[in-house]
């Protein structure tokens, strides 16, 4: 055993997102020494790349808006699959936390009379989305990391240190977490640019690692998305939810190969854009499901009408939420009505004048021009479906955001329950926000509630943590396959076997496929230096790829409907006996997973009156209508 880099924090956060500084701050405020953990350079998450806005019902661009018909749209879009209480406190609590931001220095985009501007996204009734043209994201972290700076300072004016409450670790990755009597202790990680190993001795870790896009081919996902928190969470005891359902975006770029999947905001459709096909037809009208008939246009001269007047006109079906949009497009490359790279046509030019375009959507037209050689001031872009968001994640307690296991904590994109089956554009960055701030209070009251007992991380743990992460430089696994290799694999029957459109039979190959890459992941192996090695990363990141996918092809096959981001083809319908069941995953050793079917809890009767009978009608079961206010009647 060699000497190992060793600190000692009351509460750990993996991930430096958006939820996971949010739940820093949180934590430092309490008076909890905090460390931040992050895989990539500080600033560099996912939320950096968030375009679109942040969902919050402000009602500043039109005044009818509030939580309660956020919370429906909410419900809505994940098709009554939510964690109705986490859909709950997401939107009473969004409006407070976007103010908080701007407290912090953030500034969003305002309206003529100065208030925060809300754009119109999908699935959202009213205008909701604050934002920062469409680089919404990078605001919202350069002013998290704003607030930890001046808390550093604040620290160091108390005690000669600036990183005595809080400290970031950069380019230091989890991969491991330890346990010590059912809690967890702690955590095992390596620098990325050394290679040298650094334990985290913590009796509360909040897992905020973001998404698993990784282990598909065509993704808006980098390289830092390999699923991590989840796999964590599922080695130590928690359990997962909600895995069967990915958000297949339905507008990412097509081409050319190298930037395929790269994603192309919501915001065009939300500012004016519209999907045509190689016909020159606006398809999307062709494909209103009957839950939505009432709330969209049916003809694009009301649509265009609804964007200077949503109040007496309905949305165009652009806007449906990203399920449906993705399945359209979808069909109508299916049936030979693609663009010529394999895609639809999104056109923005027609409908905005070149300067406004510009202007709403800066990132979008430089992104169009450097990597396609495409002026969207001028041509249609081509788009087409890519894996963006997963829906699933560590099961946890609305309320804490404390998964199963004492001590560990969850929030954003790896916890599940929040946006049910699919998630609305926009309630991303505000579940961060939201939940972040609760994960960060609720391992802070996990470690007062402590007291003075702290679970000792064991040290033959930590020799396990770091003879596990050497194994594929050792002797073990000599002649074994290269990371890249079976990456690709993984990579490849994910997005053919359970990509958007699924089938039994198919799956079925993905399980018996995942088997077989399962046994070749335990042996990759990789050669030279610990020094910077991207192949040992990799291969480190694999075992977890590896686990997440089987958790997502095992809910996939069990469930025989379609609802939201989980589409059979053998099974196309929604079906309401399914819509309270939720699949809880659990690890059963290394490389398989358990699942079982847990009943969903019911809604608070005075949120399920706030939606109409004839509506929920559509969901739920008849025996389930029996406690609406109109079910009796
Ligand atoms: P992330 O921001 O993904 O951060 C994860 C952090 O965990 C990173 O710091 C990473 O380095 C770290 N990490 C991961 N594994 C480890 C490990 N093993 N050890 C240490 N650190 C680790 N949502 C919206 O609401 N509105 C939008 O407009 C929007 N636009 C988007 C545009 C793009 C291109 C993409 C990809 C997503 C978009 N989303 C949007 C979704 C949203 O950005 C993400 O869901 C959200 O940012 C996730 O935040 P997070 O804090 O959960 O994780």
Same mark, same amino acid.
């Given at each position: 055993?060699?000497?190992? &880099?060793?600190?000692?924090?009351?509460?750990?956060?993996?991930?430096?997102?958006?939820?996971?500084? !949010?739940?820093?701050?949180?934590?430092?405020?309490?008076?909890?020494?905090?460390?931040?953990?992050?895989?990539?350079?500080?600033?560099?998450?996912?939320?950096?790349?968030?375009?679109?806005?942040?969902?919050?019902?402000?009602?500043?661009?039109?005044?009818?808006?509030?939580?309660?018909?956020?919370? !429906?749209?909410?419900?809505?879009? %994940?098709?009554?699959?939510?964690?109705?209480?986490?859909?709950?406190?997401?939107?009473?609590?969004?409006?407070?936390?976007?103010?908080?931001?701007?407290?912090?220095?953030?500034?969003?985009?305002?309206?003529?009379?100065?208030?925060?501007?809300?754009?119109?996204?999908?699935?959202?009734?009213?205008?909701?989305?604050?934002?920062?043209?469409? !680089?919404?994201?990078?605001?919202?972290?350069?002013?998290?990391?704003?607030?930890?700076?001046?808390?550093?300072?604040?620290?160091?004016?108390?005690?000669?240190?600036?990183?005595?409450?809080?400290?970031?670790?950069?380019?230091?990755?989890?991969?491991?977490?330890?346990?010590?009597?059912?809690?967890?202790?702690?955590?095992?990680?390596?620098?990325? +640019?050394?290679?040298?190993?650094?334990?985290?001795?913590?009796?509360?870790?909040?897992?905020?690692?973001?998404?698993?896009?990784?282990?598909?081919?065509?993704?808006?996902?980098?390289?830092?998305?390999?699923?991590?928190?989840?796999?964590?969470?599922?080695?130590?005891?928690?359990?997962?939810?909600? *895995?069967?359902?990915?958000?297949?975006?339905?507008?990412?770029?097509?081409?050319?190969?190298?930037?395929?999947?790269?994603?192309?905001?919501? +915001?065009?459709?939300?500012? $004016?854009?519209?999907?045509?096909?190689?016909?020159?037809?606006?398809?999307?009208?062709?494909?209103?499901?009957? =839950?939505?008939?009432?709330?969209?246009?049916?003809?694009?001269?009301? $649509?265009? @009408?609804?964007?200077?007047?949503?109040?007496?006109?309905?949305?165009?079906?652009?806007?449906?939420?990203?399920? /449906?949009?993705?399945?359209?497009?979808?069909?109508?490359?299916?049936?030979? @009505? %693609?663009?010529?790279?394999?895609?639809?046509?999104?056109?923005?030019?027609? !409908?905005?004048?070149?300067?406004?375009?510009?202007?709403?959507?800066?990132?979008?037209?430089?992104?169009?021009?450097?990597?396609?050689? =495409?002026?969207?001031?001028?041509?249609?872009? &081509?788009?087409?479906?890519?894996?963006?968001?997963?829906? #699933? #994640?560590? /099961?946890?307690?609305?309320?804490?955001?404390?998964?199963?296991?004492?001590?560990?904590?969850?929030?954003?994109?790896?916890?599940?329950?929040?946006? %049910?089956?699919?998630?609305?554009?926009?309630?991303?960055?505000?579940?961060?926000?939201?939940?972040?701030?609760?994960?960060?209070?609720?391992?802070?009251?996990?470690?007062?509630?402590?007291?003075?007992?702290?679970?000792? =991380?064991?040290?033959?743990?930590?020799?396990?943590?770091?003879?596990?992460?050497?194994?594929?430089?050792?002797?073990?696994?000599?002649?074994? /396959?290269?990371?890249?290799?079976?990456?690709?694999?993984?990579?490849?029957? *994910?997005?053919?076997?359970?990509?958007?459109?699924?089938?039994?039979?198919?799956?079925?190959?993905?399980?018996?496929?995942?088997?077989?890459?399962?046994?070749?992941? @335990?042996?990759?192996?990789?050669?030279?230096?610990?020094?910077?090695?991207?192949?040992?990363?990799?291969?480190?990141?694999?075992?977890? *790829?590896?686990?997440?996918?089987?958790?997502?092809?095992?809910?996939?096959?069990?469930?025989?409907?379609?609802?939201? $981001?989980?589409?059979?083809?053998?099974?196309?319908?929604?079906?309401?006996?399914?819509?309270?069941?939720?699949?809880?995953?659990?690890?059963? #050793?290394?490389?398989?997973?358990?699942?079982?079917?847990? /009943?969903?809890?019911?809604?608070?009767?005075?949120?399920?009156?706030?939606?109409?009978?004839?509506?929920?009608?559509?969901?739920?079961?008849?025996?389930?209508?029996? $406690?609406?206010?109109?079910?009796?009647?």
């Amino acid at each position: 055993e060699t000497q190992i &880099e060793r600190h000692e924090y009351d509460v750990v956060v993996i991930g430096a997102g958006g939820a996971g500084l !949010r739940a820093a701050i949180e934590a430092r405020a309490r008076g909890k020494r905090t460390a931040i953990i992050s895989k990539s350079l500080f600033g560099k998450a996912h939320t950096v790349m968030a375009e679109g806005g942040c969902a919050a019902a402000m009602g500043n661009v039109n005044s009818n808006d509030n939580w309660m018909v956020h919370y !429906r749209d909410t419900m809505r879009g %994940g098709k009554f699959l939510n964690n109705w209480r986490m859909a709950e406190l997401h939107a009473k609590e969004a409006p407070d936390r976007v103010w908080e931001l701007e407290t912090y220095g953030a500034l969003f985009d305002r309206t003529k009379d100065g208030k925060i501007s809300q754009r119109n996204f999908g699935g959202h009734t009213y205008p909701r989305l604050a934002h920062v043209g469409d !680089r919404t994201g990078l605001e919202m972290i350069r002013t998290l990391q704003q607030k930890i700076v001046s808390l550093q300072q604040e620290d160091y004016i108390a005690t000669g240190d600036y990183e005595s409450n809080i400290r970031v670790f950069h380019e230091c990755t989890i991969t491991e977490l330890f346990k010590a009597d059912g809690r967890i202790a702690g955590a095992f990680a390596y620098y990325r +640019s050394t290679g040298q190993f650094v334990r985290f001795d913590a009796p509360a870790v909040v897992l905020a690692t973001g998404g698993v896009g990784k282990s598909y081919q065509v993704t808006s996902n980098s390289w830092e998305y390999t699923g991590d928190g989840h796999a964590l969470a599922l080695r130590a005891g928690a359990t997962l939810i909600n *895995m069967e359902f990915l958000q297949f975006h339905p507008t990412g770029m097509v081409w050319p190969p190298s930037v395929k999947g790269i994603l192309v905001t919501e +915001s065009v459709r939300g500012d $004016g854009g519209i999907l045509k096909n190689s016909e020159g037809k606006r398809f999307m009208f062709d494909y209103v499901p009957d =839950v939505f008939k009432d709330q969209y246009a049916t003809t694009p001269e009301e $649509g265009d @009408r609804w964007y200077t007047d949503a109040d007496n006109n309905r949305r165009p079906p652009e806007l449906l939420p990203r399920d /449906e949009v993705a399945r359209a497009i979808n069909s109508e490359v299916k049936a030979g @009505r %693609g663009s010529p790279h394999g895609g639809v046509f999104l056109d923005i030019a027609s !409908r905005l004048s070149p300067e406004e375009i510009q202007k709403r959507l800066p990132s979008m037209y430089h992104q169009f021009k450097e990597l396609a050689d =495409v002026d969207i001031t001028k041509e249609p872009m &081509e788009v087409g479906p890519t894996c963006h968001y997963v829906m #699933g #994640g560590v /099961e946890v307690d609305p309320d804490t955001a404390m998964s199963v296991v004492p001590g560990l904590f969850s929030a954003g994109e790896c916890s599940g329950g929040m946006h %049910g089956s699919n998630r609305l554009g926009g309630n991303s960055l505000s579940d961060l926000l939201v939940f972040g701030r609760r994960a960060g209070a609720g391992a802070s009251e996990y470690v007062d509630a402590l007291g003075g007992t702290r679970p000792a =991380v064991l040290v033959d743990d930590v020799v396990e943590a770091e003879k596990r992460a050497l194994l594929p430089f050792s002797s073990a696994t000599e002649g074994g /396959e290269n990371p890249f290799v079976v990456h690709q694999e993984l990579q490849k029957t *994910m997005n053919d076997l359970v990509g958007i459109i699924r089938k039994e039979d198919e799956m079925e190959l993905a399980l018996k496929a995942l088997q077989d890459i399962a046994v070749r992941t @335990r042996t990759v192996s990789v050669e030279g230096e610990r020094i910077f090695n991207p192949g040992w990363h990799l291969a480190l990141d694999l075992r977890n *790829m590896l686990l997440v996918s089987l958790c997502v092809a095992k809910a996939a096959l069990e469930r025989q409907e379609s609802r939201g $981001g989980h589409t059979r083809d053998d099974y196309p319908v929604m079906d309401s006996d399914w819509r309270h069941v939720l699949l809880v995953l659990s690890a059963l #050793g290394e490389d398989n997973v358990d699942l079982v079917r847990k /009943e969903q809890v019911p809604m608070r009767p005075e949120l399920f009156d706030l939606f109409e009978l004839d509506e929920l009608k559509k969901y739920y079961t008849g025996e389930e209508l029996g $406690g609406h206010r109109a079910g009796s009647a």
